[in-house]
């Protein structure tokens, strides 16, 4: 541990504790310690956490700089990020809102993370705003892949104990255990729409509210409107039957174009949701890839045309 200084506690989670910290050339970093069980070693969530960070190299991913082993320790060294997008919420929303234009970058960097790690076959699973790190350049990156896990064709049988229930997709909240890379789109739409508003979209308290909160606004799923949905384990026919609202008169802020995204994030049945990388491309962020376009124009350097084929 010479190598790093610790300053002050971030963070503490399940199973690692956060700090501040100070290389030996004086960068700040982020030092996440795993807690390690002497009789059980290193815990899985670390493992398959270092090993997928060491993979995903992209700006919108946090990135893990070392890993230190001793007898009792296991230490990451990641680049030191501001703070999670809910304190930035906090700090600089109105109650929470933020602004159109942080919204529309913060949901573009999250979906551009998203999309290279499905690229990378890797799931999230646990996306969330604590889970989505902001530096001082307004850079969004996705952390904490604890619960990632890289998904190989065919689908796994996964556990349907992942992502903090108000993100979770309904799929998963049904008892699905052959998901995709739909469950991260999802929790990305309920990110979204948080963002406009200050306040979790579906803030619910069990398993069976949390499914009850959703169906309020999208509608209650019936083999009509979602062919096979009586099949997972968590449905019941006794739910009432809710009609789908306007998404409109819960998001009055939002523009044509942002409910439109936010509609095909957060579709019930998997296979209708959009991908990450589709809804990069959704009108929605036009000025932002615009933006982007002109950028790459000017960092081109000018190449004189090649010199005329004709005459040999």
């Not at 970093?29 to 009789?39: F, G, P, Q, Y």
Request: with cysteine; proline share 6%.
């Amino acid at each position: 541990m010479t190598h790093f200084q610790q300053l002050e506690k971030l963070g503490e989670g399940t199973y690692a504790t956060v700090y501040k910290g100070k290389s030996v050339t004086g960068e700040i970093v982020a030092l996440k310690e795993i807690h390690l069980d002497s009789e059980e070693g290193t815990p899985s969530t670390a493992i398959r956490e270092i090993s997928l960070m060491k993979e995903l190299k992209h700006e919108n991913i946090v990135s893990l700089y070392d890993v230190v082993h001793t007898e009792n320790k296991l230490m990451l060294v990641f680049e030191f990020m501001d703070k999670d997008l809910k304190k930035y919420m906090d700090t600089h929303g109105n109650r929470g809102a933020l602004d159109l234009p942080t919204i529309k970058s913060f949901t573009f960097q999250l979906l551009r993370g998203i999309a290279f790690c499905h690229e990378n076959r890797v799931l999230h699973r646990d996306l969330k705003p604590q889970n989505l790190l902001i530096n001082r350049r307004g850079q969004l990156k996705l952390a904490d892949f604890g619960l990632a896990r890289a998904f190989g064709i065919p689908v796994n049988t996964f556990s349907n104990e992942v992502v903090t229930l108000w993100y979770r997709a309904p799929d998963v909240l049904l008892g699905s255990r052959t998901y995709s890379t739909s469950i991260d789109v999802w929790s990305a739409g309920c990110i979204m729409a948080e963002m406009f508003t200050g306040r979790p979209l579906f803030p619910g308290t069990t398993n069976e509210d949390q499914l009850v909160k959703i169906f309020r606004l999208m509608g209650t799923p019936t083999e009509l409107t979602w062919p096979g949905v009586s099949n997972y384990p968590e449905y019941r026919s006794s739910w009432p039957l809710y009609q789908a609202q306007d998404l409109s008169s819960f998001l009055p802020t939002v523009d044509p174009f942002g409910l439109d995204l936010l509609r095909r994030l957060l579709q019930l049945q998997p296979q209708l949701r959009i991908s990450a990388r589709d809804a990069l491309r959704h009108p929605w962020f036009n000025d932002i890839t615009q933006s982007i376009q002109r950028e790459q124009r000017r960092m081109q350097p000018h190449v004189a045309p090649a010199p005329s084929q004709q005459g040999r």
